[in-house]
């Protein structure tokens, strides 16, 4: 049981390119989200999916994108790459949605853009 | 909206002292609450959460935290402190039912002085 796993662990980015960061949980958990991290601003949610097929925004969307065709997958996409975007981001997963309910993080990925 | 006040980016305690990490949050309805753990270069870990019934929460590594309504805090205690404690610390609130999103605070850094 490895939980939440992210790929890859540290990324350079240029200006503009593309890339996209994979998150897979096996704990077969319905709901998982995306968060980014910067230094003295705890996390802030970017998009989180209650389920396959289906993913809302969160506090911080612009810029990224995301699908959920699989209940273990849920990739981040970022497009057009800035260098606002030089962060570490963490994929998370819980069994339900409630507001109780305890996420669990993967191992983060370290984002630079230069 | 509900929102999470740690006060102190950085907090600094001898071996064996007490550890006290505050955290102040804002919500017009009763919260959910969570203080995680993140060790340097990995992923945050649930150290504890209050979601009803006892105020008093025990967690894991010795840590506790109280509900307290009246003061709207959920501070973070150990009686003493060990050198494995340093990391850095999130008081996180969630309220209301449904998908409800965590709020993460800013984070408090915990050194540990042998």
């Known amino acids: 049981n490895a939980g939440v796993t992210q790929t890859p662990k540290f990324r350079i980015l240029k200006i503009g390119q593309s890339m996209t960061l994979q998150c897979t949980q096996d704990?077969?958990?319905?709901?998982m989200y995306w968060y980014r991290q910067d230094p003295g601003m705890g996390l802030k949610l970017i998009y989180y999916?209650?389920?396959?097929?289906?993913?809302d925004k969160g506090e911080v969307p612009n810029g990224y994108n995301v699908s959920r065709s699989t209940t273990e997958d849920f990739p981040l996409r970022l497009e057009l790459a800035a260098p606002s975007q030089t962060s570490v981001y963490f994929c998370?997963?819980?069994?339900?949605?409630?507001?109780?309910?305890?996420?669990?993080f993967g191992p983060g990925t370290r984002l630079l853009v230069l | 909206a509900q929102s999470v006040t740690q006060l102190g980016s950085h907090v600094s305690v001898s071996e064996g002292a007490l550890v006290l990490l505050r955290c102040n949050y804002s919500?017009?309805?009763?919260?959910?609450l969570f203080w995680y753990v993140q060790y340097p270069n990995q992923g945050l870990q649930l150290l504890l959460k209050?979601?009803?019934?006892?105020?008093l929460v025990k967690g894991i590594n010795g840590f506790e935290a109280e509900f307290k309504k009246s003061e709207t805090s959920f501070h973070l205690t150990k009686p003493s402190a060990h050198m494995s404690d340093a990391a850095e610390y999130f008081c996180?609130?969630?309220?209301?039912?449904?998908?409800?999103?965590?709020?993460f605070g800013k984070g408090t850094r915990l050194s540990v002085i042998a």
């Open positions: 998370a997963s819980s069994s339900q949605g409630g507001a109780g309910e305890t996420q669990y």
């Open positions: 704990m077969n958990h319905n709901y």
């Open positions: 999916s209650v389920g396959a097929g289906i993913t």
């Open positions: 919500s017009s309805v009763p919260p959910y």
């Open positions: 209050y979601t009803t019934g006892a105020t």
């Open positions: 996180a609130v969630s309220l209301g039912s449904g998908n409800t999103p965590l709020v």
